[in-house]
């Protein structure tokens, strides 16, 4: 559901990590960037608003007074939304280049799955909530 909030709302190259069998504290990473620190912000509220009005409500939210990264901890889900130039400088996405990504493609709502591990997950768009 998150996914399809972030690319309903125009989120920059959203990438969805499956992250299982590599952590303990979660099973999915989200991320995505916005444009701008008010295109962060809107992203993040939302995702908390569409997730609670589906009955689910975050763990923690960090970052909401910066607007440069925002972390949305859902227990097994793990939003990040960043400002571009953060999400370059920490670079998640090769930081966990062993686990299965996949990428979202917001202009056909399609996925590319990329993976280095042996295994995917062939509903990688809709992590459990």
Same mark, same amino acid.
């Given at each position: 559901?998150? /996914? ?72 097994? /889900? /793990? ?51």
């Amino acid at each position: 559901m998150a /996914v399809k909030i972030i690319v309903a709302h125009k989120g920059i190259e959203p990438v969805l990590l499956e992250v299982t069998k590599f952590c303990s504290f979660a099973d999915f990473f989200i991320l995505c960037s916005g444009g701008s620190q008010r295109h962060v912000l809107a992203l993040a509220q939302h995702v908390e608003e569409a997730l609670a009005q589906a009955g689910i409500k975050p763990l923690g939210v960090e970052g909401r007074e910066e607007g440069q990264w925002v972390l949305m901890d859902y227990n097994t /889900v /793990v939003v990040h939304i960043f400002l571009q130039p953060r999400r370059e400088f920490y670079n998640l996405e090769d930081l966990w280049s062993e686990v299965p990504k996949t990428q979202i493609d917001i202009d056909s709502s399609t996925q590319t799955t990329s993976t280095s591990s042996q295994e995917s997950r062939s509903d990688a768009d809709t992590p459990p909530e």
